[in-house]
């Protein structure tokens, strides 16, 4: 039991290593400034440091938005919520063939080395999947 506990401490305590929430004031002016030209529109903005990277969690014209920057300011990923009716065709047909009686929940746009990725949460009343399709509609093994 005792060993149960300090597991479970210890597994917290690295989580909030990995994690951390921080003030604006703490995030590198070239970070702020490579993001506040990118997204000068941004709402509700928090700030996060996970390991070398400043995750920026913000809103922008009623989407959620995440960005992740390096210490330099180059954005290294960016996801962007979207609604069912904006996904690519060619996902959107992948959905239908693949996935017969499954509907769409939730979906997220993610641009990574210059690659597009779209994370579709998919459900029937007893199941769920979260599938990644690359641009081109295959299903991906990339984790996101």
């Known amino acids: 039991m005792k060993q149960s506990i300090i597991l479970a401490a210890g597994l ?15 995030v590198p002016s070239v970070v702020l400034n490579s993001f506040n030209k990118a997204f000068p529109q941004a709402l509700k903005v928090d700030w996060e ?30 996801k962007k919520e979207l609604r069912a009716r904006e ?3 060619v996902i959107a047909n992948s959905i239908k063939k693949n996935f017969k009686g499954f509907r769409i929940d939730d979906v997220d746009k993610y641009e990574e080395e210059k690659q ?15 599938v990644v399709f690359d641009a081109h509609g295959k299903i991906s093994n990339r984790i996101l």
């Open 12 to 26: 917290l305590f690295s989580g909030l290593t990995y994690a951390q929430d921080i003030p604006v004031k703490e």
């Open 49 to 78: 440091k996970k390991g070398a990277l400043f995750n920026a969690d913000f809103d922008l014209g009623r989407r959620e938005h995440e960005v992740w920057l390096n210490h330099k300011g180059a954005i290294v990923k960016h």
């Open 87 to 89: 996904l690519p065709s």
């Open 116 to 130: 597009f990725f779209y994370k579709v949460e998919l459900k029937t009343l007893s199941e769920e999947k979260k």
